[in-house]
């Protein structure tokens, strides 16, 4: 208790004695406290200042039992002298009674000639009892679409936008009132409104959040002005057609450094220049219904539940889907550190059609490790590495690998240059020896076969194979019925996400090689 009052009051501000007794009033939950103290102004007012607090009524002044009444005559009435509640004649009170006395008749009459009055009944009327008959029972009954009814496109964007605009309403109804600084949310209220001015403008409002809930709401506000509020589709439009990468960020809204980006790295100046300038920029949440698309394009098994994850920013290429870079998981590079590598990777990658980006070369080569060589420290933690990731792989680092990163890597650094020249003769060699004169007929059995889908720079295509069909299989299937404009062309194909190389798992099957029902990105070298 005593350390959630601390916290408690290094949030709010607010005095010791208000935080233990708003803990009190929630059990001692630290959350629901902060969101009842910032959403409900007038306890702040009543605990933290109690002498507003509205003053007791005076006994001499309270509501007393009427002490008499008055006759068809004009005459008044005290029911009880010995009554002694009765201090004294209080000619002002027995007007009074008088009054509610006749009020009481006024009300009852409008009443009875509301609801139709006296006996008869009828519709809206009263019963011969006085009391108003009961509404009239309806039946109805719930239809459940038939067995062989599917939505089409229509019906399927009408339920999703319906979808969308609940999750918008329950997240202003979590948001509660202004005056709370961390329950913002990505897509709600991005534009001024009553209670948030425009700039400039000298118009205030009595519910405008004030002192440390306003600061702090400001300092975590996500980026609107750089935010595109775009579907994926609609963001790879306008990527293609602007020729822009698109930069994602995506956010765990219980983790306090992905709001720390909106504070660091989105408010520099530098960083949003550069953005603004080459990049469409998205933000979602993990739990957004937009960001569903994406996460299932780019977190394999799940991997968006992996804390470790987040943050979590990503360059995608619009023309094809391929993600060529990622920054996942912490430590996240610093302003300066970021708007560096945002830098390098406009030097290295371009969108122009006739450039060619970095591919991998080789795969990176794990470091041998010498073991009588090593410190007592590095050992240790060596066997603590190893125990964890044989208990189901290690928790404090993320799952997911920056296809940047894997553009640089030449292999062991021992080999030297020759290593990095003998791997693109290698992969042209193995390309050369594939024959071009085998087309692909699709096969007809389903439970043998898997599809796979293919990117290109023009669009998409899907064909059928048997699962135990070799890799090479498709690489035959290209070369003898090339795409469209592409005859003759050198082309490789990696897999989706993660960037692998299908050139050096040939002979593996289609099953064994992880494609059953995957993506592979088609890539043309000019």
Sequence with gaps: MDDNIVQFVGITGAPEAAARQVLEMCGDDLMQAIQLWFNDEELQRSLTNPSSA?????????????????????????????????????????????????????????????????????????????????????????????????????????????????QRAAGAARRGGRNN??????????APTPDTPEPGSSRGSSSAPTGRAARLAELFRPPFDLMADLTWDEARDEGKAEQKWILVNLQDMTDFNCQALNRDIWKDEAIKSLVRENFVFLQYSKDDPRAQEFIQFYFPNQSHENPNNYPHVSIVDPRTGEQVKTWSGIPFPSPLEFHAQLAEF??????????????????????????????????????????????????????????????????????????????????????????????HTEPTDPASTTRIQFRHPSGRIIRRFNVNDPVQRIYEWLKAEPLEGKEGMEFELKTMPGGKDLIEMLDQGIEEAGLKQATVMVEFIE
């Design 54 to 166: 509205a003053p007791p009524i005076p006994t001499s002044t309270r509501p007393r039992a009427n002490i008499g009444h008055e006759d068809a005559s004009g005459v008044i009435h005290i029911d009880s002298d010995d009554d002694e509640d009765v201090e004294m004649f209080d000619p002002n009170r027995v007007a009074q009674s008088a009054q509610e006395e006749e009020d009481a008749a006024m009300a009852k009459r409008l009443q009875e000639e509301m609801y139709g009055g006296g006996s008869g009944g009828g519709a809206g009327g009263l019963a011969d009892d006085d009391v108003r008959a009961p509404i009239a029972r309806v039946t109805e009954t719930l239809v459940a679409p038939s067995a062989a009814w599917t939505p089409d496109e229509d019906d399927h964007a009408q339920m999703l936008e319906q979808f969308r605009a609940r």
């Design 181 to 190: 600084p961390f329950a913002q949310t990505i897509w709600d209220a991005g």
């Design 346 to 439: 406009l030097d290295r990658y371009s969108l122009d059609p006739t450039a060619k980006n970095p591919v991998v070369k080789a795969k990176r080569q794990e470091r041998v490790v010498d073991v009588d060589r090593m410190t007592e420290e590095e050992m240790l933690e060596m066997a603590l590495k190893n125990s964890m990731e044989s208990n189901g792989g290690s928790l404090a680092t993320p799952d997911l690998q920056d296809p940047d990163e894997l553009t640089k890597s030449v292999g062991d650094l021992a080999q030297g240059e020759e290593s990095e020249a003998a791997a693109p003769a290698h992969e042209a060699s193995a390309f050369s020896k594939i024959p071009s004169d085998r087309p």
